[in-house]
């Protein structure tokens, strides 16, 4: 059974920044994409950013590149994304996922991703 724990969430000013912590549970977590989505209330689910299970290859939404960076260690099984420069629009609960397949890398929709967080809720604002 494959569980993610998203954790670093908080109110922060306009501005400041934020690190998101995703622990995954499970031996082969590290041979899947994992990737970052965010929904603010009264919106759809929104693709923030994904990582290749090596690393080497990540991708992000057009509004977070530049501020946000998202990192793994896949000795502790662990997810980051780092958040600096944020804005007000960046409030939501932020969730972490991990890919379906180990043989193709997930992508942009929800669908692409099989388990998920229960989300941590980020909050910009002065």
């Known amino acids: 059974q494959v569980q993610l724990v998203e954790s670093g969430g908080g109110l922060v000013q306009p501005g400041g920044s934020l690190r998101l912590s995703c622990a995954a549970s499970?031996?082969?977590?590290?041979?899947?994409?994992m990737g970052w989505f965010r929904q603010a209330p009264g919106k759809e689910r929104e693709f923030v950013a994904t990582?290749?299970?090596?690393?080497?290859?990540?991708v992000y939404c057009d509004s977070v590149k530049g501020r946000f960076t998202i990192s793994r260690d896949n000795a502790k099984n662990t997810v980051y994304l780092q958040m600096n420069s944020l804005k007000p629009e960046d409030t939501a609960v932020y969730y972490c996922?991990?890919?379906?397949?180990?043989?193709?890398?997930?992508?942009?929709?929800?669908?692409?991703?099989?388990?998920w967080g229960q989300g941590t809720q980020v909050t910009v604002s002065s």
């Open positions: 996922a991990r890919g379906r397949s180990s043989s193709v890398m997930a992508g942009r929709l929800p669908d692409e991703y099989g388990y």
């Open positions: 499970g031996r082969t977590n590290r041979l899947y994409t």
């Open positions: 990582i290749s299970w090596g690393g080497g290859t990540t």
